[in-house]
């Protein structure tokens, strides 16, 4: 699979913490699989929270369950192409930028919303993901 990744000029890079956060475009050539990954909690392979109360640990465990869940489809974190992420306090987020750079290192394309509530009120974080293999 060709994959290309653009930041036109025109656009603002949006940078925290010295950290690009993501592409404004990733084209993918001769992908012969999509894999989307429904959204990612911090909770373990027994429903429990992760973290409760602690946005890092929340961000590393849905990073380690997006790892799994592509894993299990023959995928890598390096495969993904697009993240929508959902959170509780954008502020606590973009803390954490060092966290999810671990997770996201090929600089996918992103949408990251602020939300009320998540699925239970102890999530803080949510991420779904779309990979091209």
Do not use: W
């Amino acid at each position: 699979m060709k994959r290309s990744n653009y930041q036109p000029k025109a656009l603002y890079e949006r940078v925290v913490s010295g950290h690009s956060l993501y592409y404004h475009v990733v084209a993918v050539e001769e992908a012969k699989r999509f894999i989307f990954v429904a959204g990612q909690l911090a909770r373990d392979k027994d429903s429990n929270c992760v973290g409760k109360g602690d946005m890092r640990a929340q961000i590393r465990q849905v990073g380690e369950n997006i790892k799994a869940a592509l894993a299990a489809a023959g995928a890598t974190l390096d495969d993904i192409v697009k993240t929508n992420t959902y959170v509780t306090d954008i502020d606590e987020f973009f803390k954490h930028v060092d966290v999810r750079m671990e997770y996201f290192k090929a600089m996918p394309t992103s949408t990251t919303l602020e939300v009320r509530r998540l699925s239970h009120p102890d999530f803080m974080v949510e991420v779904e993901v779309l990979a091209a293999v």
